[in-house]
């Protein structure tokens, strides 16, 4: 009998990563417009392509909150300077070359004062583009998939839910879902 050798091959490491994106709209201009950032050299992966406002979700941060963190970081509005209106589904994307699973936390916010934007380091260049032409620009993997998510999401108005109406054409309000805790490792769901 013949010995046979036993290949083992290593399977890389995929680590589970919380991030959110937010698709920035602007609509003082007639048409509406989406803001694509072009990710600089000095960012960690996908360098010079296009993206949303986007960033890792911190341990013990709700997604939503952080959406809010990385549009003040990366291009300095505050918070009553835009106002969210919808929370997409997760969009996964499995990158065994950077040994991640994205889970990517999509949102959609109106821009009051998008004059008022400036980058930071984590972009070289900005854009207000017709979503319609999304698709032709060289993006972070399933960006598209992302803005969709993000444009067919929950409706949010001003941290509150809004449900459908009693048959009367008024809005009922309820409170805002369970808020979703991340770690680098796990989501957690707290009611």
């Given amino acids: ?12 490491v995929i680590r589970p990563t919380h991030v959110v994106t937010c698709i920035l709209r602007r609509t003082d201009a007639g048409e509406p ?12 992966s996908y360098h010079a392509r296009w993206a949303g406002v986007s960033g890792f979700v911190e341990p013990e941060v709700t ?6 963190t990385e549009i003040r970081e990366e291009t300095s ?4 300077q835009v106002r969210m209106l919808r929370r997409g589904a997760v969009v996964e994307h499995i990158d065994a070359e950077l040994g991640r ?10 821009v009051l004062t998008p004059d008022a934007i400036q980058t930071d380091w984590e972009a070289v260049s900005m854009r207000w583009i017709d979503p319609a032409t999304l698709s032709s620009y060289e993006t972070v993997p399933k960006l598209l998939e992302v803005y969709h998510s993000a444009i067919h999401g929950e409706e949010v108005n001003g941290g509150k839910r809004m449900e459908k109406g009693g048959g009367d054409g ?3 309000w309820s409170p ?12 957690q769901h707290n009611p």
Wanted: proline share 10%; with cysteine; glycine share 2%.
């Fill in 101 to 110: 699973h994205w889970y990517i936390h999509p949102f959609l916010f109106d």
């Fill in 77 to 80: 509005l505050q918070r009553e």
């Fill in 33 to 44: 417009r989406i803001l694509l950032v072009q990710r600089s050299q000095k960012v960690g």
């Fill in 63 to 68: 997604p939503d909150e952080q959406a809010y």
């Fill in 176 to 187: 805002s879902p369970p808020q979703t805790l991340c770690s680098s490792f796990s989501c």
């Fill in 170 to 172: 008024v809005p009922l």
């Fill in 1 to 12: 009998m013949e010995q046979q050798s036993q290949e083992q091959t290593e399977q890389p």
